[in-house]
């Protein structure tokens, strides 16, 4: 399965170097992105997520962040610049749970699996399977009218892990939960990856939960947004609450705050 | 809705300018029910004694206008309730002529709604896939809701006769509007990042509109149902009224007893043709809760 390339039209007439080799999932190559509107958004991005790492994006509100995301996903084309990534395997989770309010959780769980074709049976035990993961079960037959935010989000998770992405894109997935709910879905991801180890792109406005999440993370500018630095945060998965505590974790958590306010937020 | 615009229930259907408005002061009808955990003895009082007192009301005037305002000998003009109830609904040849009327009525009501629902919600989908034609065809769709039927009707008649067809083709010209335009506004009321969740997953415009549109529109759409089935017994009964070719339906007897100052028979028509309208309405509710109720937020 090639991987889809998206660049710019005057980029068109250069070879598409650099290519996705076998350990990156995403790769960004002097990205710059202006809306319709004339509001340039990304300057000169480059960025790459490699095979099973945690990528957390942190930058001031309204800085481009999203459309990071939305660029890796093919859903936006970049005005210049290359954009590589495997579309096949995406699990895109976003700020909403966007769950079709007239199927159950079980319903909302098997919609990619359907949009893939798969059969009724076959997409049944994979929806199951995600639910079990996310710890739905016993509210497979329930409305979403019916759930809690956290709860939604866990469904809204589900959906994108039955397919087995080999990348999940989450636009700050946890913003519109309360703080408990907020760390216990942190944790909850953490289950799941330490378990799948996709690579994963996290869009997040929190310092906490961007160190507590990730292997790196990638500070970025207000608008035009250009990443203003990296932090790597070297502890193994799964981690446990307790880690917040820790002297070295606080310290580069001071880091990402430190880049953060560079980026005059 | 929010609590700054929640109306209050009759200001919000009274105020409900459009059918979409309309469709919006559902929730404030709903929010009229009792707090779940009453006791079944005062829910049922609250559901009737209010409607039972005005009934009363009602028929108190009704009695006082016949036997008081009315001279006896104008007195058709204003039959006591029992006459009504007595000469309309328990002689066996009047009864007869009224439940054929009635059936007739109610055949062609339901035709006209069936096709209304067909037309309204085919254009109004082909309208939201092409935006171009939406913004051709709304305003004329608006003009069409503004022309008093009454002025055409006699032209329907000209045009092809004054048959069944005709009074089916009144009926959905009343009663199509309010489907078209719910149609539309539901098919439209999503947020955009169901768009972007389905165009992540390459899923074609039929599929989206069969898997996400559509349910999406469900509510909006059967409220404008509702609204529809009541219009097209009126737009029968119009019809009706004016051809009067064919087999006789409620309308064509208005207009008979009408001509003949039959009060009580007149009186009876009426109550009928409500009843038909009143149960069509029952009927659409009653599937809208049961297709929409349960996940509906």
């Not at chain 1, 039955?162 to 309360?178: H, K, Q, T």
């Not at chain 2, 009453?38 to 009695?63: D, H, S």
């Not at chain 2, 009315?70 to 204003?78: A, G, I, V, Y």
């Not at chain 2, 009706?240 to 100052?261: P, S, V």
Request: proline share 5%; with cysteine.
């Amino acid at each position: 399965m090639g991987d889809a390339v998206s660049k710019s039209s005057e980029a068109q007439t250069k070879p598409a170097v650099g290519a996705l080799d076998d350990s990156t999932r995403v790769l960004f190559k002097d990205v710059s992105h202006t809306f319709p509107d004339g509001t340039e958004v990304l300057r000169n991005v480059d960025l790459k997520v490699e095979k099973g790492e945690f990528v957390a994006v942190i930058g001031p509100s309204g800085c481009g962040k999203s459309t990071l995301l939305r660029l890796a996903s093919g859903l936006l084309q970049p005005s210049s610049g290359e954009v590589h990534c495997e579309r096949k395997g995406i699990g895109f989770v976003f700020q909403e749970p966007t769950l079709l309010p007239f199927r159950s959780v079980l319903g909302n769980a098997e919609l990619f699996a359907e949009f893939a074709g798969l059969a009724k049976a076959e997409r049944r035990n994979l929806a199951m399977d995600a639910l079990e993961r996310v710890g739905l079960i016993g509210f497979e037959d329930k409305y979403p009218k019916t759930l809690s935010g956290g709860m939604k989000m866990r469904a809204s998770l589900a959906r994108s892990l039955v397919l087995r992405p080999s990348l999940f894109l989450l636009d700050e997935p946890f913003a519109a939960v309360d703080e408990i709910t907020r760390q216990r879905l942190g944790d909850d991801l953490i289950g799941l990856f330490s378990r799948d180890r996709f690579a994963t792109m996290f869009i997040t406005h929190s310092v906490a939960e961007a160190c507590y999440l990730a292997d790196r993370v990638v500070v970025m500018s207000k608008r035009p947004a250009c990443i203003l630095g990296e932090v790597e945060l070297p502890f193994p998965y799964p981690r446990s609450p307790e880690l917040r505590f820790e002297s070295e974790f606080t310290e580069r958590t001071r880091e990402v705050s430190a880049r953060l306010s560079e980026s005059g937020a | 809705m929010t609590d700054k615009n929640r109306k209050s229930v009759p200001e919000a259907i009274l105020t409900a300018e459009t059918q979409d408005e309309m469709a919006m002061a559902a929730p404030a009808i709903r929010a009229m029910a009792l707090p779940p955990g009453t006791p079944w003895w005062r829910k049922f009082a609250g559901v009737v004694v209010g409607p039972m007192v005005v009934l009363v009301i009602l028929v108190g005037i009704w009695y006082f206008i016949t036997y008081v305002v009315l001279d006896p000998t104008r007195r058709f003009l204003m039959p006591a309730p029992q006459t009504v109830i007595n000469t309309a609904f328990f002689q066996h040849a009047d009864l007869i002529l009224l439940l054929k009327g009635l059936l007739v009525t109610t055949q062609a009501a339901m035709t006209g709604l069936a096709i209304s629902i067909a037309f309204g919600v085919s254009v109004a989908i082909i309208m939201s896939e092409a935006k171009v034609l939406e913004r051709g065809l709304f305003p004329y769709l608006v003009v069409l809701q503004t022309i008093p039927i009454l002025a055409l009707v006699p032209l329907i008649g000209f045009w092809i006769g004054y048959g069944f067809t005709a009074r089916i083709v009144v009926c959905v010209l009343i009663s199509v509007f309010p489907i078209m335009a719910n149609t539309l506004f539901g098919l439209q009321s999503y947020s955009s990042t169901y768009d972007e969740l389905f165009s992540l997953h390459q899923v074609g415009r039929w599929k989206k509109l069969i898997k996400l549109k559509l349910p999406m529109a469900a509510p909006a759409m059967f409220a404008g149902f509702r609204i529809a089935a009541g219009l097209s017994v009126i737009g029968e009964i119009v019809g009706g009224f004016f051809f009067q070719r064919g087999q006789l339906d409620l309308g064509a007897l208005l207009d008979e007893f009408t001509a003949r100052l039959n009060g009580p028979m007149l009186f009876g028509t009426v109550i009928l043709a409500s009843a038909l309208g009143v149960a069509i309405f029952g009927l659409f509710s009653g599937i809208s809760a049961v297709v929409v109720g349960r996940w509906k937020e």
